[in-house]
């Protein structure tokens, strides 16, 4: 299996690398930013000990695109993509929230919603909702962007008394929240998706506002085919669904959610190889094209270092 789980680059001008769950994010002379989207991936805040093919070229060229499809919406931190798995871009100061907006009740706000709970994020819920039903309109849900650990829910008037986000931007984020919202789901819903929520987040550089980091991912969203939604909510019966959801599904059939005393279940080359059929599942179904493996048996690391080195150099 080829598949890219670390990368120690050191490009001309680079200040710093973090590591983070899933992407690796190096700083060229506190200017630029080059993501790298590795092959990991992470489910209840903990990275799976194995990498999942072609799963970063997915998450970079999903992303890339819809940067490009919501650029007359907000402005965002994306210059190029000078490789199938990197993206190189703006460096901006990133707000300490993560933007989550919902338009259906399911996942860890159904999980919450089934346990009692009928308010998140200072969002009051009503009572007698289902599994997968659809809200009215479509909620946001803050969360602190931790360091590490887990994210914490948030409301938007925590967020401006305490000073993470002054008012004025806080207006600005959940305006475009919305309205990036609205545009993924118009673009699924021509694909016979259903855009079922996702996280945005975003910076400052110079003063001004921008969208950064991926969106409309399977690793920041959550697709319901459009087809059979109706018949299976009226049922009760699971959606179909293209997300990473399906992975925490599976780790919690295996008696896994990164609790005190659960061990990792193993992950086998054929449920890895099937988690990345998974993924280029959904590129084709949300981007219409048909996606094509770049270099599968190369030197992943090596083709990155170049092309980015090429980039870098084309700038001078």
Request: proline share 4%; charged share 30%; aromatic share 10%.
């Amino acid at each position: 299996m080829n598949a890219l789980t670390k990368t120690d680059f050191n490009f001309e001008g680079q200040k710093n690398v973090y590591h983070g769950k899933v992407r690796d994010v190096y700083d060229i002379n506190d200017d630029l930013i080059v993501m790298v989207a590795t092959d990991r991936i992470s489910a209840f805040d903990v990275v799976l000990p194995k990498g999942i093919p072609f799963k970063g070229q997915v998450l970079n060229q999903i992303a890339s695109k819809f940067l490009d499809l919501t650029s007359d919406i907000c402005p965002n931190w994306k210059l190029a993509t000078p490789d199938p798995m990197v993206t190189i871009g703006l460096k901006c100061e990133g707000f300490k929230v993560e933007m989550i907006i919902r338009s259906i009740l399911t996942g860890s706000a159904w999980r919450e919603y089934k346990a009692g709970c009928r308010e998140i994020c200072g969002v009051k819920l009503p009572d007698g909702m289902k599994e997968n039903e659809r809200f009215p309109k479509p909620i946001i849900t803050p969360t602190t962007k931790a360091d590490e650990g887990h994210d914490l829910n948030i409301s938007k008037e925590e967020i401006i008394k305490q000073g993470i986000v002054s008012a004025e931007d806080y207006n600005t984020i959940e305006d475009w929240t919305r309205k990036l919202f609205e545009r993924g789901q118009e673009i699924a819903a021509q694909k016979g998706l259903i855009l079922v929520d996702t996280k945005y987040e975003f910076g400052k550089r110079d003063g001004k506002c921008y969208l950064i980091d991926e969106i409309h991912t399977p690793d920041s969203s959550r697709y319901f085919y459009a087809d059979g939604y109706e018949e299976k909510f009226a049922k009760g019966e699971p959606q179909k669904q293209l997300s990473k959801e399906f992975v925490r599904q599976w780790l919690i059939e295996h008696n896994f959610m990164n609790e005190p005393g659960q061990t990792m279940p193993e992950i086998t080359d054929e449920y890895a190889t099937s988690v990345g059929d998974r993924y280029i599942e959904l590129y084709e179904h949300i981007t219409g094209e048909t996606f094509v493996k770049v270099n599968k048996e190369m030197d992943l690391a090596g083709r990155i270092e170049k092309n980015v080195n090429q980039y870098l150099a084309s700038r001078k």
